[in-house]
């Protein structure tokens, strides 16, 4: 009995040791699994995508004369697009319009798109952003507008209210298509059509983060495209998400309390790849906010939304908005 008390401390030792390892080994297997990720789900395939998706437009294009603009060849080929070529500099910028528009003036497009971005002391990546995003959404062909929304004060983060900011002022120009985008993620496929399609699509289900696989089902976040209508008609989103975390969750349970389904595109056509970043400081209260979000479902979002605007200015690549929040 004594010997194995001699004993007994390195044993505890060895067995420690041995469990960490496994336990390390564990974890490494399981994230490099890849099962671990919703790799099978429900997608549109190429030759469904262009009759998914919804043809309106703003006012002033819909009055246009011009031969409509044909999409079947940029959807069928899906160029590669993120090429250092286009991301150095911005090509023919003089055909980019005050406040970030874009119309092509060769044909008549069939969308009309407003890109809300959510932004705070990010510049590098801002400016990443814009030139990549004007080079690579020129050329599919519809109208758009980039709308960059940043928050003055100095409270926590608070991007889902950003986006409800970035949805009244869309409205403004009469934008039937909202796609909400951080400034982080870039398209890496051109026959990802930048326009809404008739169920909330979530864009980035490809994202290089995560080995261009979907985490899970229930995801919509990063780039998500809604129509104004579905926006709306869900109250938009929470205003209450300060810091990182749980806003795309609960926007995804108000679809869902609405029976509205989403989509996503064949991950062929929703890859995306994500800039290198610090992260943000959790909300210590996402998951107690997400637990009770579909008692605010009603009244926490566009209708209870206020904010003050600080400064708003047409920049040649961006409309921008300057509002405390």
């Not at 890849?34 to 030759?47: C, G, I, N, Q, V």
């Not at 044909?70 to 160029?79: A, G, L, P, V």
Request: aromatic share 16%; net charge neutral.
């Amino acid at each position: 009995m004594k010997v194995l008390f001699k004993f007994l401390p390195q044993f505890c030792d060895f067995v420690q040791k041995y469990c960490i390892q496994i336990g390390c080994t564990l974890l490494v297997l399981y994230c490099l699994w890849p099962t671990r990720f919703a790799s099978h789900y429900e997608y549109l395939t190429s030759d469904q995508i262009f009759d998914n998706l919804v043809q309106r437009t703003t006012r002033n294009v819909t009055l246009s004369q011009q031969m409509e603009c044909d999409y079947s060849d940029i959807i069928m080929d899906n160029t590669y697009m993120y090429k250092t070529s286009y991301q150095s500099e911005i090509f023919d910028s003089s055909e980019i319009q005050l406040g970030g528009v874009y119309q092509p003036e060769r044909c008549k497009p069939l969308f009309s798109t407003a890109i809300i971005v959510p932004y705070r002391q990010r510049e590098k990546q801002l400016q990443a952003f814009l030139i990549y995003m004007h080079n690579y959404l020129r050329k599919q062909n519809i109208n758009y507008r980039i709308f960059v929304v940043e928050q003055f004060d100095a409270k926590p983060f608070n991007r889902a209210k950003l986006f409800n900011i970035g949805s009244v002022y869309a409205t403004r120009y009469d934008y039937p298509c909202f796609i909400f985008h951080d400034v982080d993620l870039m398209p890496m496929r051109l026959g990802h059509i930048y326009a809404c399609s008739q169920k909330p699509r979530h864009m980035c289900s490809a994202l290089d983060k995560f080995r261009f696989h979907l985490p899970y089902t229930g995801l919509f976040g990063g780039a998500v495209a809604v129509q104004n209508t579905d926006f709306v008609k869900i109250n938009g989103m929470s205003n209450m998400f300060q810091g990182w975390g749980g806003e795309d969750d609960d926007l995804y349970g108000r679809l869902k309390a609405k029976e509205i389904d989403i989509c996503r595109f064949a991950p062929e056509y929703s890859e995306y790849t994500m800039l290198q970043h610090a992260p943000e400081t959790p909300n210590k209260d996402r998951l107690a906010f997400l637990r009770d979000g579909h008692l605010r479902f009603h009244s926490d979002g566009l209708n209870s939304l206020t904010f003050k605007e600080k400064d708003f200015k047409l920049h040649k690549l961006f409309t921008h908005v300057l509002v405390e929040t």
